[in-house]
């Protein structure tokens, strides 16, 4: 399975971003959820958003409201539309896959991964 992450970007605080993650390969059934994920300097990686394939959604407090998750099944793609971005939402952003359905917070559960991409909101 290959993730592909897309969107990044700089923006303005109060700004928006959507950032997109495109799975491919013979084996994207083995995935089962998908999770946006984030890596500021000098901190732990951390999941934002996730979906699943029945549809289920969850977000890290930090995030709830601001951002959404979706996916186009037809494209194979899952989207992040971040809203109202503030400057601690830089970080670089990866897209993740598990084969679990659950969508869990630690990022060791997470078994699939796509290349970064860099989110900068200056103040």
């Known amino acids: 399975v290959l993730l592909q992450a897309f969107g990044g970007g700089l923006v303005q605080a109060g700004g928006s971003l959507r950032l997109s993650c495109a799975a491919s390969g013979s084996t994207t059934y083995a995935i089962n959820a998908i999770g946006w994920h984030r890596q500021a300097p000098g901190k732990q990686r951390e999941l934002v958003a996730g979906?699943?394939?029945?549809?289920?959604?969850n977000y890290a407090d930090s995030v709830k409201g601001r951002f959404t998750i979706s996916r186009d099944n037809a494209k194979n793609t899952v989207y992040l539309e971040m809203n109202s971005l503030e400057p601690e939402d830089t970080a670089v952003y990866y897209c993740?896959?598990?084969?679990?359905?659950?969508?869990?917070?630690?990022?060791?559960?997470?078994?699939?991964w796509g290349q970064g991409t860099q989110v900068t909101v200056s103040s």
């Open positions: 979906v699943n394939i029945q549809g289920n959604t």
């Open positions: 993740g896959g598990r084969s679990g359905s659950a969508i869990i917070f630690a990022p060791s559960a997470w078994h699939y």
